[in-house]
């Protein structure tokens, strides 16, 4: 317990939030994570709300609870979700820009500046853990059943879903003003179309990506000398085409998915990501990642 964070708060931090300290209740949930900024690290963990202790003012939005340290490993304050912690923290300013600076997310925040202690007990924000623990699911004849997951903020099926003879897991992110169920009926014609679609994902990677990975395979054939080892077999867009194999497909508003291939050692175990629109039929890039 004790002050947490830097001794001096950043000017970026300073900037949005009062300086004014209040004591608040907050309720955790999942771990901690972090970016750096600007020479120091910003470190925050999901809350699901909090009560401001002096006023009673209550917030039953999730947000994220934010300090800043200079070393990401010198600290380990806050304990994995689902704990009562009672805090020093700021609220967040007003920001003058787009409407979007000041969105529900951001406002529902706090920059915490102390821990008093942990383990608190409330009936709010106990209630919200209780109502965050409960299973949020949607039922499609097509997908079979799709539960929220809440940390992602994302539906995903019960069960991997058959794929041309492999097995994906698949994944719905309703925006927030849209319903899963909008988005239920181009998920599920992307599905029953499987076959066309797989063939026209792979066709158009390895038309994107097989250049590349004849780059990547010398490399790999030549010595740091430059000295040719052995002939470096060419890969053709057939080769390529049949060699990735499907790990995933993730559906966005407006009918934009991703969708993931594993890429058999061709980029030294990095997926392969295509982008794309249903509602078009379009493909827009292919490339790397991970």
Same mark, same amino acid.
């Given at each position: 317990?004790?002050?947490?964070?830097?001794?001096?708060?950043?000017?970026?931090?300073?900037?949005?939030?009062?300086?004014?300290?209040?004591?608040?209740?907050?309720?955790?949930?999942?771990?901690?994570?972090?970016? *750096?900024?600007?020479? %120091?690290?910003?470190?925050?963990?999901?809350?699901?709300? %909090?009560?401001?202790?002096?006023?009673?003012?209550?917030?039953? $939005?999730?947000?994220?609870?934010?300090?800043?340290?200079?070393? %990401?490993?010198?600290?380990?304050?806050?304990?994995?979700?689902?704990?009562?912690?009672?805090?020093?923290?700021?609220?967040?300013?007003? &920001?003058?820009?787009?409407?979007?600076?000041?969105?529900?997310?951001?406002?529902?925040?706090?920059?915490?500046?102390?821990?008093?202690?942990?383990?608190?007990?409330?009936?709010?924000?106990?209630?919200? &853990?209780?109502?965050?623990?409960?299973?949020?699911?949607?039922?499609?004849?097509?997908?079979?059943?799709?539960?929220?997951? *809440?940390?992602?903020?994302?539906?995903?099926?019960?069960?991997? &879903?058959?794929?041309?003879?492999?097995?994906?897991?698949?994944?719905?992110?309703?925006?927030?003003?849209?319903?899963?169920?909008?988005? &239920?009926?181009?998920?599920?014609?992307?599905?029953?179309?499987?076959?066309?679609?797989?063939?026209?994902?792979?066709?158009?990677?390895?038309?994107?990506?097989?250049?590349?990975?004849?780059?990547?395979?010398?490399?790999?054939?030549?010595?740091?000398?430059?000295?040719?080892?052995?002939?470096?077999?060419?890969?053709?867009?057939?080769?390529?085409?049949?060699? $990735?194999?499907?790990?995933?497909?993730?559906?966005?508003?407006?009918?934009?998915?991703?969708?993931?291939?594993?890429?058999?050692?061709?980029?030294?175990?990095?997926?392969?990501?295509?982008?794309?629109?249903? *509602?078009?039929?379009?493909?827009?890039?292919?490339?790397?990642?991970?």
């Amino acid at each position: 317990m004790g002050r947490i964070g830097m001794e001096n708060v950043p000017e970026s931090i300073d900037g949005r939030f009062h300086s004014e300290e209040k004591e608040f209740l907050v309720m955790t949930i999942g771990g901690t994570s972090g970016s *750096k900024c600007d020479g %120091y690290w910003n470190k925050s963990i999901d809350i699901l709300g %909090y009560v401001e202790i002096e006023s009673g003012r209550t917030s039953n $939005i999730k947000s994220s609870l934010n300090w800043s340290v200079e070393d %990401y490993k010198s600290d380990n304050n806050f304990k994995n979700g689902g704990i009562i912690y009672r805090i020093k923290g700021r609220l967040p300013k007003l &920001l003058d820009g787009e409407p979007w600076i000041n969105n529900e997310y951001r406002m529902s925040g706090l920059y915490a500046t102390e821990i008093i202690s942990e383990n608190e007990k409330n009936d709010f924000l106990e209630n919200l &853990l209780t109502e965050y623990r409960k299973e949020v699911s949607v039922n499609s004849e097509v997908l079979g059943k799709l539960i929220l997951n *809440k940390e992602l903020d994302w539906y995903e099926t019960e069960n991997n &879903l058959e794929w041309c003879g492999e097995y994906v897991e698949f994944s719905i992110s309703p925006d927030g003003e849209n319903d899963i169920n909008e988005f &239920l009926p181009l998920a599920e014609e992307f599905y029953k179309n499987r076959q066309e679609w797989d063939k026209k994902l792979r066709e158009f990677s390895a038309s994107q990506l097989t250049e590349l990975a004849n780059d990547w395979l010398e490399d790999e054939y030549y010595e740091e000398d430059d000295e040719e080892t052995e002939p470096v077999p060419e890969i053709t867009e057939k080769d390529f085409a049949n060699r $990735i194999s499907i790990s995933g497909i993730s559906f966005y508003t407006d009918g934009n998915f991703e969708v993931f291939y594993d890429d058999d050692d061709m980029f030294w175990g990095h997926s392969i990501l295509i982008d794309g629109n249903i *509602k078009t039929g379009k493909l827009e890039s292919s490339h790397i990642a991970g």
